[in-house]
């Protein structure tokens, strides 16, 4: 992989090499491993740079910082951090499970008569009902 200049990560990377020296020269015994937070510093900064300039600015071994990226990659797959997305299947909400709202339809002719409907159909043809109940009573042939 090919990495850019990141001004950026070049300052962290002389703020770490400044707390590698700093832990060498405060450690009691030359056979004291580097603390693991100075590693995960130095392999995160093996994202913007190249693990041979990382390194070699640390004074460290390549094989090691390898070593030290490939644990930490690992790591990474075998213990997913808790805020990884899962996939969740929500299910289509059914047209069919509520009936649209009720219509309710109240009449009453001058000749006392009422009419009462109450639907919960969309369609119903109220136009001709209410013509139909309103028509004064006739003889049917």
């Known amino acids: 992989m090919k990495h850019t200049r990141n001004p950026h990560a070049e300052a ?3 703020e770490l090499a400044t707390q590698l020296d700093h832990w060498r020269n405060a450690r ?8 693991l937070a100075l590693w995960d510093q130095a392999v995160a900064l ?26 930490h990659a690992a790591s990474a797959i075998a213990d997913p951090s808790p805020t990884a997305l899962h996939f969740v299947e929500v ?9 649209p709202p009720e219509t309710t339809l109240e009449l009453q002719r001058p000749d006392g008569a ?7 159909e969309a369609a119903v043809p109220f136009a001709i009902l209410v013509q139909t109940f309103l028509e004064p009573p006739g003889c049917s042939n």
């Not at 009691?28 to 603390?35: D, G, N, V």
């Not at 390194?55 to 071994?61: C, E, F, G, Q, Y």
Request: net charge positive; with cysteine.
């Open 114 to 120: 009422r009419l009462r409907i109450a639907t919960h």
């Open 91 to 99: 299910p289509p909400e059914a047209t069919w499970s509520r009936p």
């Open 28 to 35: 009691t015994s030359r056979a004291e491993r580097i603390p």
């Open 12 to 14: 962290q990377l002389a």
């Open 46 to 71: 093996t994202s913007w740079l190249s693990l041979a300039h990382v390194a070699k600015t640390l004074r460290v071994s390549w094989r090691d910082l390898h070593q030290h990226c490939l644990a």
